[in-house]
T-cell receptor, first 113, second 113 residues
Framework: DSGVTQTPKHLITATGQRVTLRCSPR?????VYWYQQSLDQGLQFLIQ???????AKGNILERFSAQQFPDLHSELNLSSLELGDSALYFC????????????FGPGTRLTVL | AQSVTQLGSHVSVSEGALVLLRCNYS??????LFWYVQYPNQGLQLLLK??????LVKGINGFEAEFKKSETSFHLTKPSAHMSDAAEYFC???????????FGQGTRLTINP
C-alpha cells in the first residue's frame, strides 16, 4: 500500500458525459501528479500540482482539468468524454519533486461506452 | 525531449533463471532514472531509482540496475527469477529540472515453471 488513495476504482460512463476522479496523496506529500495509461499511448504525464498551484502540464487535453484543494487532495475532471478517453488514470504524490520518489495510487479505470 | 526505450515488450524466462530487462534513455545530461513494477490490477510500485550517486543501484525483491553513461542504459536484472516476479516493468526518466516522469512502453515479464 503506497498510501495514495484514489476513488472510484472503476467508472463506466457514456460519451459526452463528465466525470471527476479523486486522489488523496500520502500524508505530508505536497505534490500530486496525474498520469494516463492507455494501450496505444502507454503511460503519459498529464499534470502536476504543488501545494495547490499548477506546476507542470503534459499531454493534457483541453477537455480535462484538475485542481488541488487546501487539504491537498486533488481532482481530475474529464468532460465531453470520448471513447478514446477510456484508460487507467493514476495519481502519484511526492514530498516535493526533484529527487523524491513518486508514489502511485491504485488507479481509476475509466470506461467510456 | 528526453525519452526511454525498453527493448522487448515481452520477456519470458524460466523460474530460477536470470532476469534481464533492457532500458535505454536519450539525454545529453544524465537524468534521474527509475524502474517501476505493475502487478495485475494494481498501481505502480517503485523497484529502484538512480539519482547520480552509486551507478549500481539495489532495489526491492532482489532486483538491481546499473547506470552506464557510455551506453545510455539502465538495465534491470535479477539473478534468479521467481514466479511472483511475473508483472509489467516500466523504466522511467525524470529529466533534469523537471518533475514529471517519462515512461517507457513497458516490458511484460512471464516466468515459466
Amino acid at each position: 500500500d503506497s498510501g495514495v488513495t484514489q476513488t472510484p476504482k472503476h467508472l463506466i460512463t457514456a460519451t459526452g458525459q463528465r466525470v471527476t476522479l479523486r486522489c488523496s496523496p500520502r500524508s505530508g506529500d505536497l505534490s500530486v501528479y496525474w498520469y494516463q495509461q492507455s494501450l496505444d499511448q502507454g503511460l503519459q504525464f498529464l499534470i502536476q500540482y504543488y501545494n495547490g498551484e499548477e506546476r507542470a502540464k503534459g499531454n493534457i487535453l483541453e477537455r480535462f482539468s484538475a485542481q488541488q484543494f487546501p487539504d491537498l487532495h486533488s481532482e481530475l475532471n474529464l468532460s465531453s468524454l470520448e471513447l478514446g478517453d477510456s484508460a487507467l488514470y493514476f495519481c502519484a504524490s511526492s514530498v516535493e519533486g526533484t529527487t523524491d520518489t513518486q508514489y502511485f495510487g491504485p488507479g481509476t479505470r475509466l470506461t467510456v461506452l | 525531449a528526453q525519452s526511454v526505450t525498453q527493448l522487448g515488450s515481452h520477456v519470458s524466462v524460466s523460474e530460477g533463471a536470470l532476469v534481464l530487462l533492457r532500458c535505454n534513455y536519450s539525454s545529453s545530461v544524465p537524468p534521474y532514472l527509475f524502474w517501476y513494477v505493475q502487478y495485475p490490477n494494481q498501481g505502480l510500485q517503485l523497484l529502484l531509482k538512480y539519482t547520480s550517486a552509486a551507478t549500481l543501484v539495489k532495489g526491492i525483491n532482489g532486483f538491481e540496475a546499473e547506470f552506464k553513461k557510455s551506453e545510455t542504459s539502465f538495465h534491470l536484472t535479477k539473478p534468479s527469477a521467481h514466479m511472483s516476479d511475473a508483472a509489467e516493468y516500466f523504466c522511467a526518466v525524470r529529466p533534469q529540472g523537471a518533475q514529471k516522469l517519462v515512461f517507457g512502453q513497458g516490458t511484460r515479464l512471464t516466468i515459466n515453471p
